[in-house]
Each structure stands twice: as structure tokens, then as C-alpha cells.
């Protein structure tokens, strides 16, 4: 059954830590994204990835780094640059253009 | 840049009744697209609307795109507990693979 898993569902970040979130779709989509939902806020985007080995900034990307090495998997790092991280993270992807875009269950990170 | 606005930000309906939620994009869209994400989950896809005027319906929903490409609207008759969630509209930006989502709309049902 085709996806996009994200883990783990509930993350807990020390001051100065870094950490990683895993985004893995086996849905043979080309771009994948990452988005940021806060209380009332929508969503904002983070990164997006068109193809493999190559990525963009999105509207709020300072503090957090991505990576794609394969077309399957696009990990977010979320940096201790980024003073307020506690939010909802949710990893997308879509066949490319601007089809419709399929998410993935989330990860809700805090601050301890 | 782009923007896309929804209104209202929240919505109280007793159960049975009607209600509507618009979006406005401050720029002509390709298209738009609708979501919708229940309490504790993620967003879901529910439809993409492509051609000035379209109606769509599925089921006790009906969505909508302006004549001019800039609005839309979600329409959901006889309201039930499951549509309880938060609507949004996303239309795509121009020149690349991004979405502008709306705030959402956050839908409450009276029993």
C-alpha cells in the first residue's frame, strides 16, 4: 500500500540539540516538501525538493536543513539555529507541477 | 507575493444546518485545491478545481471556482459530526512546484 511514512510521530528536542525528521514515500513521486502548521497558522513551507539531489528554500527555512539522496526519502533537520521549534511538521509529495500534494501523518516536536 | 485568504477562520454550525467557506487568492490561479485535515491528523485531498466556473460536488459537498480565477467556495449542506476538521484551499504559485494555502477554516458541529 502506497505512502508516505513519517517518524517518529512525537520528538523532543534539548536546548542546543539538533534533530532529525524522517520523511520515506514509496508513491514514486519526484518532489517531496516540508511544511511547518502552527495553532491557526495553516501551513508554511519549509523545503521543497523537485528531483533527487537537488532542493529550494521555501518561505521559512533558516534553522533547518534537508537533504535528498534518494527519490524515496527527504529527512528535515531541524538545527538548534531555530529558536522556536515546537510545531507540527508534516512531509508532502506530489507526481510534480502543482497536482495535488499527499502528506504524511506528522511529527509533533516540543522543547523540553 | 502571492497570497491566499480564507474566511471565516472558524465556524460553529449546528448539526443539519448549511454552511459555506470562501477562499480569495490575490493573483489568478491555475487552479485551486481543497484539503482537509481532522483534528490530530494530517491533511487530505479532497479535490482540484480547474476551469473558470467549475462546480464540483462529492457528496454533501460542493466546491466551486470563480469566474475570474481568484475565488472559491466550499459548500457543505446538512452538516454531520464528521465533518468536523479544518478546511484549507492551496493554489499553486506561479513558476514553480509550491502551493500558497489558506489559513483554514476550523469546523465545530453542535449535536
Known amino acids: 500500500d502506497g505512502g508516505i511514512t513519517q517518524s517518529p510521530k512525537y520528538l523532543f528536542r534539548k536546548e542546543g540539540q539538533n534533530v532529525t525528521l524522517s520523511c520515506e514515500q514509496n508513491l514514486n513521486h519526484d518532489a517531496m516538501y516540508w511544511y511547518r502548521q502552527d495553532p491557526g497558522q495553516g501551513l508554511r513551507l519549509i523545503y521543497y525538493s523537485q528531483i533527487v539531489n537537488d532542493f529550494q528554500k521555501g518561505d521559512i527555512a533558516e534553522g533547518y536543513s534537508v537533504s535528498r539522496e534518494k527519490k524515496e526519502s527527504f529527512p528535515l533537520t531541524v538545527t538548534s539555529a531555530q529558536k522556536n521549534p515546537t510545531a507540527f511538521y508534516l512531509c508532502?509529495?506530489?507526481?510534480?507541477?502543482?497536482?495535488?500534494?499527499?502528506f504524511g501523518d506528522g511529527t509533533r516536536l516540543s522543547i523540553l | 507575493g502571492q497570497q491566499v485568504m480564507q474566511i471565516p477562520q472558524y465556524q460553529h454550525v449546528q448539526e443539519g444546518e448549511d454552511f459555506t467557506t470562501y477562499c480569495n487568492s490575490s493573483t489568478t490561479l491555475s487552479n485551486i485545491q481543497w484539503y482537509k485535515q481532522r483534528p490530530g491528523g494530517h491533511p487530505v485531498f479532497l479535490i482540484q478545481?480547474?476551469?473558470?466556473?467549475e462546480v464540483k460536488k462529492q457528496k454533501r459537498l460542493t466546491f466551486q471556482f470563480g469566474e475570474a480565477k481568484k475565488n472559491s467556495s466550499l459548500h457543505i449542506t446538512a452538516t454531520q459530526t464528521t465533518d468536523v476538521g479544518t478546511y484549507f484551499c492551496?493554489?499553486?504559485?506561479?513558476?514553480?512546484?509550491?502551493?500558497?494555502f489558506g489559513a483554514g477554516t476550523t469546523v465545530t458541529v453542535r449535536a
Open positions: 492551496a493554489g499553486p504559485r506561479s513558476n514553480d512546484y509550491k502551493l500558497s
Open positions: 478545481l480547474v476551469k473558470s466556473g
Open positions: 508532502a509529495s506530489t507526481t510534480g507541477g502543482n497536482q495535488p500534494q499527499h
